[in-house]
């Protein structure tokens, strides 16, 4: 025997998610979710299939994103659901695991590099290979824009170490090790002037100071930063893995109701 479908107003979708409604209806507008029907007040009436596909977004907006190809293959997931297109949901989410384990890879190499950076001990690993790199190089590794890569250029943050052909500057894997504690430190909320304070007081020989130039109050406060981005890559992870159950929950739902 069919079930009749499951009907909700904006206002129980948002209180079982502890949203705000008005968020509801921008999920809608940038096709996150399929739009909704309409009574004949005009009010948007959701059904089982809106439920599921707002829990989705939830399982991916309510968490910390870490870098834009997260974020673009993210949208991919929710657009592919809005309308429909299971396979290609479950291809996207595939990707977008994929993705956040790559991005735990580099959260943990930058933890190590942190750590030996705080302690004020010189890290000479080879990170990719023994080569220079470009800015494109570093960008596409790190998961940033060559912009970014300027801008910490334009800050101090960083500098080449070489010149290549028609005056293209180039990185070391030493300067590629710098640029993963920037990174990180910013996706950790850290100020570009906190930032570049601390690493000013590392470059005078002052490690000991690098923990209060963030405005930490306490050195382990510093050292904790990679653990806690470590900790929302984690949760990201965990809650992304469930969306490939929820995928194949929508994809039954006609079986079960009249939509």
Not at 16 to 41: C, D, Q, V, W
Not at 49 to 78: D, W
Not at 123 to 147: F, H, P, Q
Not at 165 to 179: A, E, H, N, Q
Request: glycine share 4%; aromatic share 10%; with cysteine.
């Amino acid at each position: 025997m069919e079930k009749k479908a499951k009907i909700y107003k904006v206002i129980d979708l948002a209180r079982i998610y502890g949203i705000h409604p008005n968020t509801i209806r921008l999920y809608e507008k940038l096709g996150f979710i399929s739009k909704a029907k309409r009574n004949m007040n005009n009010y948007r009436i959701f059904e089982e299939l809106h439920a599921l596909q707002i829990k989705v977004c939830r399982y991916i907006l309510g968490y910390p994103f870490t870098n834009k190809h997260i974020r673009n293959a993210s949208n991919e997931i929710m657009w592919s659901i809005a309308k429909k297109q299971w396979d290609e949901a479950g291809q996207n989410t595939d990707c977008y695991i994929q993705m956040i384990e790559q991005e735990i890879k580099k959260a943990q190499k930058a933890c190590e590099m942190l750590d030996n950076w705080a302690n004020s001990i010189k890290n000479n690993e080879i990170l990719l290979e023994n080569k220079m790199l470009s800015r494109k190089d570093i960008a596409d590794y790190l998961g940033v824009t060559t912009e970014a890569i300027r801008n910490w250029e334009r800050n101090g943050l960083i500098l080449a170490e070489q010149v290549g052909k028609k005056g293209k500057k180039l990185y070391s894997s030493t300067d590629l090790g710098r640029m993963h504690i920037i990174y990180m430190l910013l996706q950790s909320g850290y100020s570009m002037a906190s930032i570049h304070h601390s690493i000013s007081m590392y470059d005078k020989g002052h490690a000991e100071l690098v923990s209060s130039a963030l405005d930490c109050q306490e050195y382990d406060d510093f050292i904790s930063v990679g653990d806690r981005w470590l900790y929302e890559l984690n949760k990201l992870l965990e809650a992304a893995q469930k969306i490939p159950s929820i995928i194949e929950e929508m994809k039954n739902l006609s079986d079960d109701y009249l939509l």
